[in-house]
């Protein structure tokens, strides 16, 4: 009950801010729902996919998204973050390696990653950076750059199971050079196309609980339109701020916790 009761936060999250509810999925999953890692990426994928393109038939419906933009990114990205889960996934050994006594097992790997990534997407929503100043019309256009980043971008969504919608703004504001506002519906696609592309990478070497998952993603985009309805009269900016300092407390917890800190 408990699980379903974060699930419903998780969509209302998303719907406040438009972002950001993802990352606290597998923490949820993992701590709360006693899931092992892989699975909880593997679950918090579909979560993600299946909310973010929700999201999108909003934006596509009020001509926000940019779809060439969105096919440039999302092609290599979504490759890569199939790969990722179909292969290297699986192939990561029970234990990576050792430091002196302490073990360093995959779940312990996937856990402090996840916790890195967590608080340099805290640092975004604290900061509040505003990417639509560097928007130069002049910039060259580098579509190796984009491959590059795109293929990054698909290797950490495989692995920690969130959509990296704060990495995919600021480039495709940075190297696309669309508008910030278009930018930010057009990352809700790729994250929609990414995050469900790489969930199926799973299908064939985790099994899935589909009751479980269907349940938990129907609260979580429950969630979302309370969401939706407590945007309009909720500060949107101190909020995202509260939460990004929420986010960063979680991300210590986890890397304290799974160090054996605390």
Known sequence: MIGYIG????????????????????????YVVALSPITATAYSLFVVGTTSLVGSVRNIQQKQVDFKAAVAFAVPAFISVFLTRKYLMPALPDVLFSLGSFQVTRHVFIMVFFAIVMMLASLSMIKNFNFSKNNDADRTFNPPIIILQAIVLGVVTGIVGAGGGFLIVPALVLLVH????????????????NSLVGFLGDLETITIDWAFLLAFNAFAIGGIFIGISLNKIVDGKKLKKGFGWFVMVIGIYIVAKELSII
Request: a positive charge.
């Open 7 to 30: 699930a419903i936060i998780v969509g209302l999250t998303l719907g406040l801010m438009g972002g950001g509810g993802s990352i606290i999925t597998v923490p949820l999953l993992v």
């Open 178 to 193: 669309i508008p910030m506002k278009r930018a930010v519906a057009t990352s809700l696609l790729v994250v929609a196309v």
